[in-house]
Nanobody, 121 residues
Framework: QVQLVESGGGLVQPGGSLRLSCEAR????????MGWYRQAPGKQRELVARITRGGTTNYADSVKGRFTISRDNAKMTVYLQMNSLKPEDTAVYYC???????????????WGQGTQVTASS
């Protein structure tokens, strides 16, 4: 059984910062790409940022220069540091990872439960 456990969401004033964490737990052999997506009310889920096992990153244009994704492979954890938050960043943020278990031959796509981020005064 594999699961992604997220933490760190909350309410912050515009211009503030939050740090999200997502830990992969379970019988895990290897983790490939890890990332963060978000979904605002009435909108489709969109990619925020993702990072490969080797540390290559890519970001949505809307968050470049404000958000930073990082990972700790030993802890099987991915982070999202969010600075200069704007009201339009308000959404449920989901962790995503490509994970191979000890009993599987390939990688499967896993999602976290989601954590609410609200930037509002």
């Amino acid at each position: 059984q594999v699961q992604l456990v997220e933490s760190g969401g909350g309410l912050v004033q515009p211009g503030g910062s939050l740090r999200l964490s997502c830990e992969a737990r379970g019988s895990i052999f290897s983790i490939n790409v890890m990332g963060w997506y978000r979904q605002a009310p009435g909108k489709q889920r969109e990619l925020v940022a993702r990072i490969t096992r080797g540390g290559t990153t890519n970001y949505a244009d809307s968050v470049k220069g404000r958000f930073t994704i990082s990972r700790d492979n030993a802890k099987m954890t991915v982070y999202l540091q969010m600075n200069s938050l704007k009201p339009e960043d308000t959404a449920v943020y989901y962790c995503n990872a490509d994970i191979r278990g000890w009993t599987t031959l390939g990688y499967d796509d896993y999602w976290g439960q989601g954590t609410q981020v609200t930037a509002s005064s």
